[in-house]
């Protein structure tokens, strides 16, 4: 079966520099989660978005962005980048159709390096 | 305001033997619960979810979960543990409000990593 693709898999930028995580949601999914994972800390979440419009928002720094997109992938952008954000951004995605049956599935994970 | 606690850092089972990984929770109304395993270098993977109904949930790879209301627990459970259940494993609650209309955010516990010796 299909799962949560994300890009890159791995990426190493400098301080202040900005990057740029992918998200493909599973197929027919039209709801898009961003989580931050820090080393040995539980998963914290970002922001979310259904149908192209940010649905909840958590802890997400003003420095990031995101967006969802008319083919429900999303994109996170993240901007003068500081050593503390290094950690695993995760992505999920679940098909909100009734609150009950919803279940995020999580993609393999963004391993951000700042240097 | 929701939370979840996972008071145990790692449990160590002999392979074989019956596993139990601690998670309580709080929530201002009734819960959503999850679990969800990780392995090194992967994401997470969805284990089981109690929505309703039934206490005991039963999900992959043989876990099972009992949801107990008066203790806001929600323990995952195994009868016989496996060497390649060793991984890390988070306990995941959301709240659900009257007017729930689905796509909140899940709220994690701080994992227990479970070492399954052969």
């Known amino acids: 079966a299909a799962g949560v693709i994300q890009s890159p898999r791995h990426l190493i930028k400098e301080k202040r520099e900005t990057a740029t995580l992918k998200c493909y949601p599973i197929?027919?999914?039209?709801?898009v989660y961003w989580y931050q994972q820090g080393p040995g800390q539980d998963p914290q979440f970002l922001i979310s978005?259904?149908?192209?419009?940010?649905?909840d928002k958590g802890s997400i720094p003003d420095r990031f962005s995101a967006q969802q997109f008319s083919d429900y992938h999303s994109e996170l952008n993240m901007s003068s980048l500081e050593l503390g954000d290094s950690a695993l951004y995760f992505c999920?995605?679940?098909?909100?159709?009734?609150?009950?049956?919803?279940?995020?599935?999580f993609g393999p994970g963004t391993r951000l390096l700042v240097l | 305001a929701q939370s979840v606690a996972q008071p145990e850092d790692q449990v160590n089972v002999a392979e074989g033997n019956p596993l139990t990984v601690k998670c309580t929770y709080s929530?201002?109304?009734?819960?959503?619960l999850f679990w969800y395993v990780q392995y090194p270098n992967r994401g997470l993977q969805f284990l089981l979810k109690?929505?309703?109904?039934?206490?005991l949930v039963k999900g992959s790879y043989g876990f099972e979960a009992e949801f107990n209301k008066s203790q806001t627990s929600f323990h995952l459970k195994k009868p016989s543990a496996l060497v390649s259940d060793s991984a890390l494993y988070f306990c995941?609650?959301?709240?659900?409000?009257?007017?729930?209309?689905?796509?909140?955010?899940?709220?994690f516990g701080s994992g227990t990593r479970l070492q399954v010796q052969p």
């Open positions: 978005f259904y149908e192209k419009m940010q649905s």
């Open positions: 109690y929505i309703t109904g039934d206490n």
């Open positions: 929530v201002s109304g009734n819960p959503y």
């Open positions: 197929p027919r999914h039209d709801t």
């Open positions: 995941a609650v959301r709240d659900r409000p009257p007017m729930d209309t689905g796509r909140r955010a899940l709220t």
């Open positions: 999920a995605s679940s098909l909100g159709a009734s609150a009950s049956q919803e279940t995020q599935y």
